[in-house]
């Protein structure tokens, strides 16, 4: 189903793949791969509404498909949803509400709103005792003159494979908020 220890690891990238600031790009929008930079899989957009994670020998994982500007589904290759995520409230990248395979609430978020790092908890983090951090998502800029975007994504090892997929899909919505097809160099 995906290249081997995909959704095994612990720790993933997604970004921009690096390309010439001089000629027009037409590669996949993001990359995955690991922290060595063994590339994984693509994700490619079709078009405004969704997106399709692939293996990087081209065997279908999951698409994202955009619902509005803020609610996202993850359907796998026979079209049952496998996950979805959301945001709300005025700051779209603030927290993200995920729902995996089987129902489990999770929530991507944003620990003020110019932290580069993102907390996976199953409860809000401003709404008690602090959360146990199920995984860590952490964004910089690889080439600053294009404004690349590269995230770290960290998942606790009890995290199931579906629950990883899910985590990962996340990962390609928050860039999608952050930094929409066709938009300029700045994220939100």
Known sequence: MTEPGLFELESVVVGQPKRSRWR???????????????PLAWVTFTDDTYCVLMTTSGEFIVRIEQFGPVEFRFTDAADREVGAAGASGLVKTRQLSLRTEQGRQ???????????????????????????????????TIDSWIGLQQYVVEMAPRLDTSERRTVVASVVCLHQLRRPPGAGASPA
């Open 24 to 38: 027009r790009y037409v590669g996949p929008a993001l990359a995955v791969s690991t922290v060595e930079g063994t």
């Open 106 to 140: 999770l929530l991507l978020t944003r620990l003020g709103l110019v932290a580069v790092e993102w907390h996976l908890t199953e409860t809000d983090p401003e709404g008690g005792p602090t959360p146990e951090v199920l995984g860590r998502v952490t964004v910089s």
